[in-house]
């Protein structure tokens, strides 16, 4: 059993190819003994977003805070706002950015723990 | 792909032993094609307490608002507050229980979709 808050959680810059304003926190993974999946936290500051990608996991994502949008491989943007949960499956092209001019999306983004 | 809001998610109130003032919703699940895990939602009102009980999954949880406690066992109580996040594994017995007088705990209760 482990209980740790989010502002605890060690937070690092996400720099890689197509990430902008990008921080990542991982509360829970297999390193806590998680048996299947992986919580990681994605605060995404104002003009950021992440890597437009796709990949062979799925996404289960919940907004912490803050307003923004998922966007899908035509372009189109499901708005996201606090309160909201989001299924990307696997191989769909994604990205997530911050809409908002003044503060920070912060989203959950669960994973399998062979992702992370 | 798919995106909902906790408010648009239907709610049931969770009426088996042990359970009390206890409410559920199930914004991702294998029914939306989520091919590993599920992310729940309970809203524990005021006096209000999950069973307490074990099974072979894991459990975890993120706090999306008020404050409660997370209780082994041992009777040992871990708090719970906004922006927490806990990981119970495989067969630890476990209850989550609400600590306030006057709002609900609400936690997301993510499992793997065999579990539900």
Redesign the interface.
Known sequence: ???????D?ARTAVDRPGAQNLWKQV??SAR??????S?RVFTVDPDGHTPYHSHAS?H?N?V?RGSGA?V?ESGHE????E????????H?K?RYRNTSADGPLVI?C?V?KEYE
């Open positions: 059993m482990k209980v740790i808050s989010l502002e959680t509360p829970i806590d003994g998680s048996p299947s999946f919580m799925e289960l919940y912490i998922l899908t499901h708005a996201l706002k309160g909201d949960f989001a299924l990307v499956l696997p769909e994604h959950i669960a399998p």
